[in-house]
């Protein structure tokens, strides 16, 4: 890794890298586990995930505290010769509206320990609030939209133990609001969740969705032998 000259990290949280990738004429995959196993020294949380569709591959969600550290790991794969189709930057958070949450419950969403165990259907969707005439998610009473969100919350909690939602901040930093990745027992508790919840008001009439990935959670070199790259 190339030495830089100072830090550049979140005051409080942790970075958050998503990586979509496809395998170039030649795959180093020797040199794609080194990359994951270094940044995993590191003190960088490296989640790999085989990728079903044409849109990518690999994927490789990354979270540490320090910028750099990450972009060192994408350049690693990339000189190994993965090539980013898509990408996405975030920063892990708690919502203005989980500010009264107990400490305990604060600290999973800006620290997660990932993958969880026993949750290997991955999914990961960009989304962002509308600024639509009648339907301005940013016009709304601060009351309103905390009511909404309560709600919201609610109807995810229904799917504790099936479904680990890890919702990271991104305005300003890539071309949505927020990244969502779901970790499920299976890939039907995805599909559930995602349908049920959008019949909440906070999203039927105020979220609109990016694309999404699908794939299953792997260590890197499964995630590489199952996309034909070892």
Known sequence: MVAV????SPKSGWGVLHLFCKAAAAV???AVVAAVKGAE???VQVVSVALLGHKADVG???LGPELWRLRALQ???QAAGLVVADSYVSLTEVSEYAQGMPEEMKRPRMYPVLPPEGKTAFCFYPMSKRRQPGANWYELPYEDRDELMKGHGRTGRTFAGRVLQVVTGSTGLDDWEWGVTLFGIGPDDLKEV???MRYDEASARYADFGPFYTG???PIDEVLAATGLA
């Open 75 to 77: 350049t690693d794969l």
């Open 194 to 196: 995602v349908y049920t």
């Open 216 to 218: 299953m959670v792997a």
């Open 41 to 43: 020294a590191d003190a």
């Open 5 to 8: 000259a100072d830090d550049v």
């Open 60 to 62: 490789v969600m990354a």
């Open 28 to 30: 180093d995959t020797q």
